[in-house]
T-cell receptor, first 112, second 110 residues
Framework: NAGVTQTPKFRVLKTGQSMTLLCAQD?????MYWYRQDPGMGLRLIHY???????AKGEVPDGYNVSRLKKQNFLLGLESAAPSQTSVYFC???????????FGPGTRLTVL | TQLLEQSPQFLSIQEGENLTVYCNSS?????LQWYRQEPGEGPVLLVT?????EVKKLKRLTFQFGDARKDSSLHITAAQPGDTGLYLC??????????FGPGTRLSVLP
């Protein structure tokens, strides 16, 4: 099993450009999450999904959109990137909201 | 919004020393998790505690959940260089997603 995988691993964008981060899990988990991690601030929840076809806002959703068309995939989109979105992005999945979260290796995004 | 604080923010110790890191909140959590994150990787779960006053041991690591379910501690005995990493606590509220603390960055020097 690959667990949780993220694509790409690194990306550099210019302000105003758009991109999509892909997360895939092979554990048949219902719940999937997107977090951003900034120095000294821990992990902050951007959006999450409790099942295929459903999404919900987390703590810091502004400037991001998500889609969960297939149970195993969770996409995070940036429509118009801003320097404030420079961060490391982690995807995670779990069986339920109280269960262990399994994290991907992260995507390091720099917006110039 | 439920907030978690962790202390200390940074800790550098010699191999063989003992240490304790703390996770505190003004909110009550139904469960609390501890994760360890190594550079360039995602966090990995160490333990979940769900009962007030609960103590769990994982080899040289001892985790405690406060009686009031607002705080937790992680004690490491005889630290080793392999314990180096970022330790994150995450609190799960009733019907809410887990909230992560900012982490304690531990460095164990050989």
């Amino acid at each position: 099993n690959a667990g949780v995988t993220q694509t790409p691993k690194f990306r550099v964008l210019k302000t105003g450009q758009s991109m999509t981060l892909l997360c895939a899990q092979d554990m048949n988990h219902e719940y999937m999450y997107w977090y951003r991690q900034d120095p000294g601030m821990g992990l902050r929840l951007i959006h999450y999904s409790v099942g295929e076809g459903t999404t919900a806002k987390g703590e810091v959703p502004d400037g991001y959109n998500v889609s969960r068309l297939k149970k195993q995939n969770f996409l995070l989109g940036l429509e118009s990137a801003a320097p404030s979105q420079t961060s490391v992005y982690f995807c995670a999945s779990s069986y339920g909201s109280y269960n262990e979260q399994f994290f991907g290796p992260g995507t390091r995004l720099t917006v110039l | 919004t439920q907030l978690l604080e962790q202390s200390p923010q940074f800790l550098s110790i010699q191999e063989g020393e003992n240490l304790t890191v703390y996770c505190n909140s003004s909110s009550v959590f139904s469960s609390l998790q501890w994760y360890r994150q190594e550079p360039g990787e995602g966090p990995v779960l160490l333990v979940t505690v769900v009962t007030g006053g609960e103590v769990k041991k994982l080899k040289r690591l001892t985790f405690q959940f406060g009686d009031a379910r607002k705080d937790s501690s992680l004690h490491i005995t005889a630290a080793q260089p392999g314990d180096t990493g970022l330790y994150l606590c995450a609190g799960g509220g009733y019907g809410q997603n887990f909230v992560f603390g900012p982490g304690t960055r531990l460095s164990v020097l050989p």
